[in-house]
């Protein structure tokens, strides 16, 4: 039997992370937590929660990935910064490559998390001078002025709704006659004097020169284009998730997340996956507290079975 270097690696430190290691750390496992950048994942950069339960006037979200991160540590969890190069995944021993070095593992949970998806519109260029994927860090910078926001699901619509508290005028724009989002938020939404909805408008590039001064649109249905004056635009049209490192190291669905099973299982023993970056019909911190719970105790599980 080969040594190992930890029980259980967990990649990312995101609630599903975070909640995988606070289950580890409980168990007494010799776990240890990776992340590449601030823990938190997704919710540090959202502006409020009130549906997670336990906060009835609602929480900021990086106030509770902060009191989930201390929570987890204060129970013994150990965690470490760094970028997770590549996988080798066998049954018998898991590898994790770091830029610096490898460490062994016999269980592995993949909670990597997901990030938000670019149009091609200018993202690049105008990051940080007018375009971002972030009301929370964002929205004082354009207190009295008019911006765009492109998207028609849950952030775009909640983040929208924000957004009305610093500026002028949001044109929120979506490819269909129809939002996706939850219905209390549509409400919400159609309700602010703010949020003027152009239905069946996509945006096909934006322009300015130090920052943004116009968003070029196209309406889907008669073709007629045009641009809207404004001073930012923000995307939130979906999320991709983090798994530059896979390699196909485990099974993915169409889109690139991973396939688990009601365990957090992947297709390879040993291996599970959690939260955002597994294939999901529900993405939340609630859904991926619960993940991250199920699969610490089925790596526990594992470990039982496979190395007495
Ligand atoms: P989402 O639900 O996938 O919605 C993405 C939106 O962007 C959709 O309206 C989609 O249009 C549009 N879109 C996608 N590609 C586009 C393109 N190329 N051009 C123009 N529009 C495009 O993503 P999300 O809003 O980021 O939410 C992700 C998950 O987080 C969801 O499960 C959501 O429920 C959850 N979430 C929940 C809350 C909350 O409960 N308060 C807050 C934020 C997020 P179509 O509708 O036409 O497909």
Redesign the pocket.
């Known amino acids: 039997m080969p040594a190992f270097d930890h029980d259980l690696v967990i990649i990312g430190a995101g609630p599903a992370g975070l909640t995988a290691g606070l289950y580890a750390a409980r168990a007494r496992m010799n776990v240890l937590l990776i992340e590449k950048a601030v823990p938190g994942g997704q919710i540090i950069v959202?502006d409020w929660?009130?549906?997670y339960p336990g906060f009835p006037e609602g929480i900021s979200g990086f106030d509770l990935a902060e009191k989930m991160k201390i929570q987890a540590e204060a129970l013994g969890l150990n965690m470490d910064t760094a970028e997770v190069q590549s996988l080798n995944l066998s049954p018998d021993v898991k590898e994790v490559m770091l830029q610096d070095k490898t460490i062994t593992t016999k269980s592995l949970i993949i909670a990597s998390g997901?990030s938000?998806?670019k149009?091609g519109i200018g993202e690049d260029r105008y990051m940080g001078k007018g375009i971002s994927f972030c009301a929370t860090c964002d929205a004082p910078f354009f207190k009295e002025k008019t911006v765009v926001a492109?998207?028609?699901?849950?952030?775009?619509?909640?983040?929208a709704i924000y957004l009305t508290k610093f500026v002028k005028k949001v044109y929120l724009?979506?490819?269909?006659d129809?939002?996706?989002?939850?219905k209390i938020?549509q409400e919400r939404a159609f309700a602010n004097d703010k949020i003027e909805i152009l239905w069946d408008t996509?945006?096909t590039g934006v322009d300015g020169f130090f920052g943004i001064e116009g968003v070029h649109v196209k309406h889907v249905k008669t073709g007629e284009e045009k641009t809207l004056k404004a001073d930012g635009c923000f995307i939130?049209?979906?999320?991709l998730p983090n798994t530059a490192f896979l390699k196909d190291a485990v099974d993915t669905d169409a889109y690139g997340f991973i396939r688990a099973d009601a365990q957090m299982q992947t297709n390879i023993p040993g291996v599970f996956a959690a939260g955002?970056v597994r294939n999901t019909?529900?993405?939340?911190v609630s859904t991926a507290v619960g993940d991250g719970a199920i699969a610490a105790v089925s790596a526990e599980h594992y470990l039982e079975n496979e190395f007495k």
């Open positions: 959202t929660i009130e549906n997901a938000p998806k149009l492109i998207g028609g699901g849950d952030t775009a619509v909640q983040e724009i979506h490819r269909r129809e939002l996706r989002a939850t938020l996509i945006a939130w049209v979906g999320i955002d019909p529900l993405r939340q």
